[in-house]
C-alpha cells in the first residue's frame, strides 16, 4: 500500500485516503513485530541481532506515534513511517533469503535466477506514473531500464535527467546499487547480519557464487564486499560533493543527492546520469575536478573487489607503520606480500591499458572531440576520462558522434576488453584477453604453459579465456545480426557499436537507442543480460554435467 501511495496515486483526495491506510498499517505492522519480538525473546535464553533489530524498530514505532499525536512539524512527515517500512521489510526479505538451503538448486542458476527477480521487480517499479514526469513507461521501455540499470550497463530510452521524478531516479539508483553487488551478495549480507549466522548450506551456496573455495573465507569475502563498496562510494560522495558548484543547486539535499548517484553509478561502472547531455553538459563539460572524482572512482570499481582490498590492507599497513615510527612503538609488525599474484597481474594488465588507451586517444582526437578544451591539462583528463569510461563506465564527457572514426574503432575495442575480473565492470576482462595473448607466444616459443612471476598457469584458465572470449564474439555477431533485420534503417555503424556497448555491459551509444523498434529493444535486453550474467554463466548452468567419471580416454592430436 505505501508502493501504491508513493508511485501510483496522484489525486489529492485519494492521496488523503491512502496516507490514512499507511499510517494505520504502519501501526498494525510494528505492533505485530513488536509482539513476535517479545514472543521470540521468551524463548530464547540469548539476544541476537534480530532481537536488536526488533526492540529498535519497536521503540521506533513508539517514537513515530508520539511526535504524530504531538504534531511535531519535521518528525511527523510521512516519509518518516516509509524509513520504518522499508527497514522492516529489509529485515524480513534478508531473513529469509537464507531459506535456500532447503532447496537444492544449483548455485549458478539461482544465481541467473536472482537477476531474473530483480530485473522483473525493476521493471513493475519503473511503470508507476510517479516514476515518470510525463507519461508513465511502456512495458518494454521499463523493462529496458530496469534490464540496463540491473546489469550496470547505462544504455536508456528515455533521458532520466528530464523525464524521470526523484523517486524514479531513486528507483534506478537503487537498481544499481543491488545490481552492482548482485542480489545474492546484497541478501546474503543483510541475512547474515539479522539472523546471525549462516548455515553450513548457506556458506556452500554462497561460496560457489563468491567463486570462494574456502567455506571459513566465505563471510569475510561477503563483508569485504560490503565494506569496500560502500566505503569507496562514501568517499567518493564526498570528493564529488566538494567538486561541485553550489550555485548549480537549489538546496544541499539536491547536492547529495547529486554526488550520492554519481559516486553509485561510477563505482559500479553503470554509465547513468541525472545530466541533460550526460557529463558533456555545458556546466560540466570543463569541470576537470569533477571528471578526475568520476574517474578514479569508476577506476577503482573496473579494478575488482579483491584489488580494491589489496590497495586497502597496503595503505591500511603502511598507516599503521607510519604511526608506529611517529610514537616510536616498539611493536612489529608481520611483514606480508601486499599484493597477491592476480592483484599483481591486474594492475599490470590495467596500467598498460589506461597507458596505451590514454595516449591513443589524446593522438588521435587532436583535431576532434579535445579541441574545445583550451588547455594541455584539460585536454589530457579528457582524453583519460573518455579512454578509460570507454572499457566499462560507459560516461562520455563529449560528443560521441564527433568522435573520429580510428577513434570509434578503438572505443568498440576498449569496451570489448573490458574492465577486470571480480569487478562491477563489464567485457571479456583484460586478463583474459592477456592470458590469450601470451598462450599465443607460448605457442610460438613452444612452451607446453603460460608463465607469469616465475608461475605456471593451470591450462584450465587458458582454456576458459579462450571460450570465453569466442562466445563474446559469437553472441555479439548472433546480435548485430538480429538488429539488422529488427531496425534494418539504421546504419550498420551504429547498431554494430548498440551490441558491443550492451554485451560489455559498457553503456555508450551513438544515440539510436530510443529510436530502436521494440524487436531491437528486447534484443539489446537480451544482449545486455548475457553480457552481465556471462553466456559461459549460462551455458554452466544448464548444460554442465556434475557426473564423475572413473576413466579417462586415450589422447589425439587434431590436425590444423
Known sequence: MALIHIGYITDRVLANTSERI?????????????????????????IDVSHVLGLSLTAYFLFVVFVRLNNLDHFSQLEWIYFGIAIAFLSELSRNSLFFDNFYFNPTILFVLSFIALILLGTVLLMLPRTTVLAPLRFVDALFMAT?????????????????SLFGQTIILLLIQVGGLGIMTFTGFFGYFFSGGFSYKNQLLFGEILGESKLNSVITTLLTIIFITLFFEFVGGVLIFLSLDVSLFDTTGDRIFFAAFYAISSFCNSGFSILDNG???EA??????????????????????????????????????????????KQVLPKRRAFTFNTRFILLCNGIVVVLATASYFLLEQSHT?????????????SFFMANSSRSAGFNSVNMNFLASPTLIMVVTLMWVGASPGSTGGGVKVTTLALAVLNIFALARG?????????????????KAFAIILLSILTI??????????????????????????????????GVTPSLSSTGKIIIIFTMFVGRVGMLTLLVAFIKNTKNKSYIYPTEKILF
Open 447 to 463: 612452451k607446453e604453459s603460460v608463465e607469469i612471476y616465475k608461475r605456471r598457469i593451470v591450462p584450465e584458465s587458458v582454456n
Open 22 to 46: 499507511v499510517v494505520g498499517m504502519f501501526y498494525v505492522l510494528f505492533f505485530l513485530g513488536g509482539i513476535r519480538t517479545a514472543a521470540s525473546l521468551t524463548t530464547k535464553h540469548k
Open 279 to 281: 557529463i558533456h553538459n
Open 148 to 164: 540496463s540499470a540491473v546489469c550496470i550497463t547505462g544504455l536508456t530510452v528515455t533521458d532520466i535527467a528530464t523525464n524521470f
Open 477 to 510: 555477431g548472433f546480435s548485430f545480426i538480429l538488429l539488422n533485420f529488427s531496425d534494418p534503417d539504421k546504419e550498420m555503424k551504429d547498431l554494430l557499436f548498440e551490441t558491443v556497448s550492451a554485451y560489455t555491459t559498457c553503456g555508450l551509444s551513438l
Open 284 to 329: 560540466y563539460r570543463f569541470n576537470y575536478s569533477f571528471q578526475l572524482c568520476i574517474a578514479g572512482i569508476f577506476v577503482l570499481g573496473g579494478l575488482g573487489f579483491g584489488t580494491v582490498f589489496d590497495f586497502y590492507t597496503f595503505l591500511k599497513r603502511w598507516f599503521q607503520r607510519l604511526l608506529q615510527n611517529v610514537f616510536r612503538r
Open 370 to 382: 579535445i579541441a574545445d578544451d583550451t588547455s594541455l591539462w584539460g585536454k589530457w583528463v579528457t
